[in-house]
C-alpha cells in the first residue's frame, strides 16, 4: 500500500490566489482528516470525514477554506482567496474503525506526507 | 471539547539515559491516547498507543503509562539513543467512532551522543 499520498508536496502562491491540496487515503479507510500545523499553533484538526461525510467543521477557520470528499478515495482542501497566515504545513490523515488485519490498532490514524504552503 | 497539555516543550538528554514526557488531558470520555514521533521535514508517525482499559504498556525501549484517576499519561523512553531526537506528540480521542486526535503541542527531544 502506497498510504495516504497528498499532492502538491510544496505550493508557493500569491496572496489572493485559489490554493487546492490534495489527498487520497489509505485504500479501504472509511475515515479522513485534515491538520494544519504551525510552530504557533501546533497540529489542529480543520475537517474530518467519516464515510465520506463531513462530521465536524468546526476547525475550518473561515469561509475560505472549504473541503469536500466527492468519493472514498479523494478529498480536497480549497483556500480562496489564500493569506500569508494560511501558510503552513497541512496533513491529511486517514484511518479505519477496523484496523488493519492482525494489528490490533483500531483506528490508528496514519497520516500523508503533508503539503507546505506558503503564501507571499 | 478537549484540551491536552503536554510538557516540557523541549527536553536534552545525553545518550543511554531515560526520557520522559507528560500529558493531561480534560475530556474524562476520551479513552484513546497516541504517542506520535515526527521528524524533522517529516509526517508524524504513531510509535505507541495506550487505551483505557490499561495502565501500561510497552515495546522495547518505549513505554507509555495512564492514570485515568488524574487524567495524564506519560511516555518514557529508555537507553536513548541519537535517532531518537524528534518532535513527540502526545494526544487523545475517543475509540469506536473514528474521531479526530487532540494534540499536545509537541516535546522537541535532543538525544546528545
Known amino acids: 500500500d502506497a498510504g495516504v499520498i497528498q499532492s502538491p508536496r510544496h505550493e508557493v502562491t500569491e496572496m489572493g490566489q485559489e490554493v487546492t491540496l490534495r489527498c487520497k487515503p489509505i485504500?479501504?479507510?472509511?475515515?479522513l482528516f485534515w491538520y494544519r500545523q504551525t510552530m504557533m499553533r501546533g497540529l489542529e484538526l480543520l475537517i474530518y470525514?467519516?464515510?465520506?461525510?463531513?462530521?465536524?467543521d468546526s476547525g475550518m477557520p473561515e469561509d475560505r477554506f472549504s473541503a469536500k470528499m466527492p468519493n472514498a478515495s479523494f478529498s480536497t482542501l480549497k483556500i480562496q482567496p489564500s493569506e500569508p497566515r494560511d501558510s503552513a504545513v497541512y496533513f491529511c490523515?486517514?484511518?479505519?474503525?477496523?484496523?488493519?488485519?492482525?494489528?490490533?490498532?483500531?483506528?490508528?490514524?496514519?497520516f500523508g506526507p503533508g503539503t507546505r504552503l506558503t503564501v507571499l | 471539547g478537549e484540551n491536552v497539555e503536554q510538557h516540557p516543550s523541549t527536553l536534552s538528554v545525553q545518550e543511554g539515559d531515560s526520557a520522559v514526557i507528560k500529558c493531561t488531558y480534560s475530556?474524562?470520555?476520551?479513552?484513546?491516547f497516541p504517542w506520535y514521533k515526527q521528524e524533522l521535514g517529516k509526517r508524524p508517525q504513531l510509535i505507541i498507543d495506550?487505551?483505557?482499559?490499561?495502565g501500561e504498556k510497552k515495546d522495547q525501549r518505549i513505554a507509555v503509562t495512564l492514570n485515568k484517576t488524574a487524567k495524564h499519561f506519560s511516555l518514557h523512553i529508555t537507553e536513548t539513543q541519537p535517532e531518537d531526537s524528534a518532535v513527540y506528540f502526545c494526544?487523545?480521542?475517543?475509540?469506536?467512532?473514528?474521531?479526530?486526535?487532540?494534540f499536545g503541542k509537541g516535546t522537541r527531544l535532543s538525544v546528545i551522543a
Open positions: 495506550i487505551r483505557s482499559n490499561v
Open positions: 494526544a487523545a480521542s475517543m475509540v469506536g467512532g473514528n474521531t479526530p486526535l487532540v
Open positions: 470525514f467519516n464515510n465520506n461525510v463531513p462530521i465536524d
Open positions: 485504500s479501504g479507510h472509511n475515515s
Open positions: 490523515a486517514s484511518s479505519s474503525r477496523f484496523g488493519l488485519a492482525g494489528s490490533g490498532r483500531v483506528n490508528e490514524q496514519f
Open positions: 475530556d474524562s470520555a476520551s479513552n484513546y
